[in-house]
């Protein structure tokens, strides 16, 4: 742990220009204290904590504070701050409720509570906290969970102190509580008395900024670590579990490297997992580029009835407002949108009955399920027209798996042929940082084949906005951080698919052949 030590002499002239400039910043919320501030040159400490509270009481002025629990630094300063200077919630503007309502901390008022946080204990249970922001809880009393609609009854309520719980028959507006196994109440709940419906703000929690897949090394553990997966995310709602069946993961998305550390410790240590993180894959879709007919015989015999079914498809790219296929008069259009985003449109341009009507949905079903693992790299498959306009069927063989097969068949030698393109997820991402550090993440940003967008001054800060690929992003934390000694932070939303550089797609396409498992 460090030692505390007195400000060294090169830091004095900072550390009493800091001092200064939150002496101002509190007068400037307070007439009185300004007039005291121009005609003493200072303010005393009770000034400045009346100063204080009345500016937070206006909103005006937000204290941060530095707190480390590894080291066991600040706590008690935090806490003898909140203590001493943070107004009590009496003092506090009403709270505004979703509807408009404003909600004055009035401990004879209607009963309302939120539940900021959940908590599973070794042989205690699940463990709600909550604020009462209005009225009083009971021991034994009944409130309504205005999200889900449960009645939930309060059991025995505590007052928690670190590691100590302790017994209590009321709470009243203001005070912080806890209550054990509520049957279906989770954190940004609000509960409330019957017939007093509304709902507090929510919490808004960040974006995530990395991800990682998680490993189970034990056999027959999957259930396990699911429960415990579930039982973080309650606890902590930036941690988000994502089952991802196009990826064949389980991703963990936090706001860190530490953030995945403290995670993972948990599993192992509070669990009794044995897992492991890996690089979580890209969803990357796949498109084409050319038109390209393509055809597939699928004939099978083995003593009783076969199989047999011959499908001839075109396969061109897919975009909105293009014209019917040339040479092919379409009788029957079908147009899907695709969860995964993008469009298949599956025309039927059979002429003579070469193919029975009946037959055209088990082709549709086979283009589907290779449009889940594309010829490329398995990746989903998106903006494709396709137009069944030939084949052969046969008067006993023919049947919907054989048409599902040769339909699915035909479509993955056309794709082959028709210029395949990989397309990566791409991000925008805003980077805030202090002005001096600019340069070096500017210059970096090409390493990340970034493109830049923008850069724009706020105060001592600049904020940069580029786009970014998600394969390069899920690194991007890390990398920030080592560049900016933790100064600099980013936000990142989805904004589009666009085509890969041909050398990434060509490396992708060689490690998905060496993985792809053969097709009959």
Known sequence: KPTKSAIPESEKVRAA?????????????????????????????????KGLTHSMIKREIVPVLCVSAKMNMGAGRLMSFIDVVVPAPVEMPSV????????????????????????????????????????????????????????????????????????????????????????NTHVNNTLHEKGFNLVLPAIEFPNSRVRTSVISNRKGEEDKLGIALHHLHEEDPTLIIEHSVELNQIILHAQGEMHLQTAKHRLVNRFKLDVDFQPARVPYRETIRKTVNGQYRHKKQSGGAG???????????????????????????????????????????????VIETRFLPAVMKGVMEKMTEGPVTGSYVRDVRVSVFDGKMHAV??????????????????????????????????????????GDIMSDLPLRRAEIVGVDADGHYQILTCKMPLAELDKYATVLRSLTAGRATYDAAFAEYVPVASQIAQKLHQEYLVHAKDED
Not at 323 to 352: A, E, S, Y
Not at 422 to 433: A, G
């Open 307 to 353: 199989q047999f079914a011959e499908v001839h498809m075109r396969v061109e790219p897919y975009h909105e407002g293009m014209p019917d296929p040339q040479g092919l008069t379409v009788r029957g259009t079908d147009v899907t949108n695709l969860p995964w985003g993008g469009k298949l449109v599956f025309l039927n341009c059979i002429v003579g009955g």
């Open 397 to 438: 063989d023919s049947n919907e798996a054989a048409f599902k097969t040769a339909g699915r068949m035909a479509f993955k030698e056309a794709f082959i042929g028709a210029d395949p393109q990989l397309l990566e997820p791409i991000y925008n991402v805003t980077v805030i940082m202090p002005e001096e550090q600019v």
């Open 17 to 49: 220009q800091f001092h200064n400039d939150l002496i101002e910043i509190i007068a400037e919320n307070d007439e009185t204290l300004m007039d005291h501030y121009l005609s003493k040159g200072e303010l005393d400490e009770e000034e400045m904590r």
């Open 96 to 183: 505004r409720t979703q509807s408009g309502v404003d909600l004055p901390a009035d401990p004879k008022g209607k009963t309302c509570a939120f539940v900021f946080k959940a908590m599973s204990e070794a042989n205690v249970g699940e463990m709600s906290f909550f604020r009462v922001y209005s009225g009083t809880v009971k021991h034994g009393m009944d409130v309504v969970n205005e999200q889900t609609g449960v009645t939930e009854r309060l059991g025995q309520l505590y007052v928690v102190n670190g590691r100590k719980r302790h017994d209590v028959e009321t709470l009243e507006a203001g005070d912080i509580g806890a209550v054990v196994k509520l049957k």
